[in-house]
């Protein structure tokens, strides 16, 4: 597993590097034997640290850790792989328990079929000057999930909201958190 650093204020020493080295690929390949990558990122504001830790543990997967505030990087980044191990086991025991709901091949099929090509096109847009341009570049995958399911992945990606295409109607939905903490569902209505 590639683990890349970085640190904003923060010097990171030969020990501070195989400390995480050590403490992320214990958390990691305990629950997923072959992760992809992971990235540390250190933080100072006055005299406290601050550690986020990135997973990219299998495709289609990313969680997000931060620790606490601490008055060393070695206890901030602890706090940070604690949290990391907390979303790992939850979500291995999620994917564990999805296993025996649905089939795995078939949920897999469903979530290539979801993939949206972006087609460009040579005609000509009225544009707005003062407006930002929107540009898409990449293709992005959809997973196919419940509800539930959605709020979970988007929880344990630290995200604010997330696409996916529901198991149970097959349209395309999204949830996303709300300024009150609450989570909200948008289902488009059919036609």
Known sequence: MQI?????QVDISEKLRKHVEEGVLSSVNKYFPAPINCTVAFSKEGDEF???VTVHPAKNIVLKGTG???????????????????????????L??????????????????????????????????????TIAETEA????????DAVMRMDLADECAIMFKNISN???SMVYRRKDG???WVEPKAQ
């Open 4 to 8: 890349t650093f970085s640190g904003k």
């Open 50 to 52: 601050q550690a986020e």
């Open 68 to 94: 606490d505030r601490c008055a060393d990087p070695y206890s901030a980044f602890d706090s940070a792989n604690q949290h990391i191990a907390t979303r790992l086991r939850r979500h291995k025991n999620k």
């Open 96 to 133: 564990n328990d999805h296993k025996g709901k649905a089939g795995l091949e078939e949920a897999e099929l469903l979530a290539q079929q979801a993939v949206f090509p972006i087609v460009e096109t040579e005609d000509e847009y009225d544009i707005n000057e003062d407006a930002p341009l």
């Open 141 to 148: 995958n959809i997973p196919v999930c419940s509800v539930s």
């Open 170 to 172: 097959g349209h395309i």
């Open 182 to 184: 609450n989570i909200g």
